[in-house]
T-cell receptor, first 115, second 114 residues
Framework: EPEVTQTPSHQVTQMGQEVILRCVPI?????FYWYRQILGQKVEFLVS????????KSEIFDDQFSVERPDGSNFTLKIRSTKLEDSAMYFC?????????????FGPGTRLLVL | AQSVTQLGSHVSVSEGALVLLRCNYS??????LFWYVQYPNQGLQLLLK??????LVKGINGFEAEFKKSETSFHLTKPSAHMSDAAEYFC????????????FGTGTRLAVRP
């Protein structure tokens, strides 16, 4: 069964450093998302992406964040200058679009720790 | 804006007992509702979804949920808990079929006692 994959599974970085989190969505999916979950808290929406552009972003998704689909298969989240409060589990999700295709399929997540 | 409230951050049941996890939603448009499960150190897996068809929805692992518009609820139930059901359960809402974000509740951690 196709699945969303994410790399790395864990990343430790120093405050102020740039990180890139990578996701490979399910191959025929058209909508892509990033969510994050700070330890012990709920899953929060960051950004959605369709047709090579951002369709919606949350207030969390400020200028330090960017997303890209560089090659038709990968979907990346870049944090330009990490802060301590960026420490969280980051989930990528995708869905195919269209009627009856509401389900978002989630990857296993990348646990980011900013020191 | 849409929102979801999950009553009870922790629920503990005995193996074989009924599982009831509560979810109430707020939405200005007819909602699409989802239950996801998260096992330790894993991602989110869809249990079931309501998308304006049948109000009683059956999902995987014996779980089901009933959409009650009058009560703005979408509670998750399972007649008989199994040890393997121990996990965190998230209720989520979206506005439309595709492309819309999911808004999650705060989650309910289910413990199953032997």
């Amino acid at each position: 069964e196709p699945e969303v994959t994410q790399t790395p599974s864990h990343q430790v970085t120093q405050m102020g450093q740039e990180v890139i989190l990578r996701c490979v969505p399910i191959s025929n999916h058209l909508y892509f998302y990033w969510y994050r979950q700070i330890l012990g808290q709920k899953v929060e929406f960051l950004v959605s992406f369709y047709n090579n552009e951002i369709s919606e972003k949350s207030e969390i998704f400020d200028d330090q964040f960017s997303v890209e689909r560089p090659d038709g298969s990968n979907f990346t989240l870049k944090i330009r200058s990490t802060k301590l409060e960026d420490s969280a589990m980051y989930f990528c999700a995708s869905n195919s679009g269209g009627a009856g295709q509401e389900t978002q399929y989630f990857g296993p997540g990348t646990r980011l720790l900013v020191l | 804006a849409q929102s979801v409230t999950q009553l009870g951050s922790h629920v503990s049941v005995s193996e074989g007992a009924l599982v009831l996890l509560r979810c109430n939603y707020s939405s200005s448009v007819p909602p699409y509702l989802f239950w996801y499960v998260q096992y330790p150190n894993q991602g989110l897996q869809l249990l079931l979804k309501y998308t304006s068809a049948a109000t009683l929805v059956k999902g995987i692992n014996g779980f089901e949920a009933e959409f009650k518009k009058s009560e703005t609820s979408f509670h998750l139930t399972k007649p008989s808990a199994h040890m393997s059901d121990a996990a965190e359960y998230f209720c989520a809402v979206s506005k439309k079929s595709s492309g819309d974000k999911l808004t999650f509740g705060t989650g309910t951690r289910l413990a199953v006692r032997p």
